[in-house]
């Protein structure tokens, strides 16, 4: 079946840092996969952080960047200086561009990362 | 703006109890969505919805049912709850078509004790 696997949290980061989150998936039934980054703050529900729909192109939100990497079956988040807001449980998310299928995903088991100050 | 409000935000029943979680979605999308979350597992889809009165089976269905009232209304039913069940409930919306971003609810925190 279609799975998604990132890094295990939880992660902490000082401001200013770098981060890298890892996303691998495994889409044995879509054809077209599209890939998602959602984020998670503190009493909210998850909430769209970026999406690439198409191999090989990349998306950007906030400072964050992920490339939708085929070869690799990889969709790894990144920011160059994470900022203490940013602290947040983060999923990586695997959709079927199918309409048929309707609008499903399989998460990630979702990453909590934690910046200090 | 999109939302989806769930109700209630956190709920506390005992074994065999009956417990209904309660969405709605002002956006006017067609899907609505039950996932429940639990550490390690991300989020796992329960049932999900394309219109008034449709309902789909999800990843994780066993031990609950669901109803899809109005396009709106979107209702999660455990019927003899158990503790395996306790966990968080996150109900969310989107469009129809290839992509679409959803839109969640804040959750309901459920403990079947």
């Known amino acids: 079946g279609d799975s998604v696997t990132q890094t295990e949290g939880p992660v902490t980061v000082s401001e200013s840092e770098s981060l890298i989150i890892n996303c691998t998936y495994s889409?044995?039934?879509?054809?077209?996969?599209?890939l998602f980054w959602y984020v998670r703050y503190p009493g909210e529900g998850l909430q769209l952080l970026l999406k690439?729909?198409?191999?090989?192109q990349k998306g950007s939100s906030r400072g964050f960047e992920a490339t939708y990497n085929k070869e690799t079956t990889s969709f790894h988040l990144q920011k160059a200086s994470v900022q203490e807001s940013d602290s947040a449980v983060y999923y990586c998310a695997l959709g079927d561009m199918n309409n048929n299928a309707g609008a499903k995903l399989t998460f990630g088991g979702g990453t909590r990362l934690t910046v200090r100050p | 703006e999109a939302a989806v409000t769930q109700s209630p935000r956190n709920k506390v029943t005992v074994t065999g109890g009956n417990v209904t979680l309660s969405c709605r979605q002002t956006?006017?999308?067609?899907?609505m969505y039950w996932y429940r979350q639990d550490t390690g597992h991300g989020l796992r889809l329960i049932h999900y919805?394309?219109?008034?009165?449709?309902?789909q089976i999800g990843d994780v269905p066993d031990g609950y049912k669901a109803t899809r009232t109005t396009q709106e209304d979107f209702f999660l039913l455990l019927e003899l709850a158990s503790p395996s069940q306790t966990s968080l409930y996150f109900c969310?919306?989107?469009?129809?078509?290839?992509?679409?971003?959803?839109?969640f609810g804040p959750g309901t925190r459920l403990t079947v004790l």
């Open positions: 690439v729909i198409t191999a090989g």
């Open positions: 969310a919306s989107s469009d129809a078509g290839g992509a679409p971003e959803q839109y």
């Open positions: 919805s394309y219109g008034a009165g449709n309902l």
């Open positions: 889409a044995t039934s879509i054809a077209y996969p599209n």
């Open positions: 956006n006017s999308h067609n899907y």
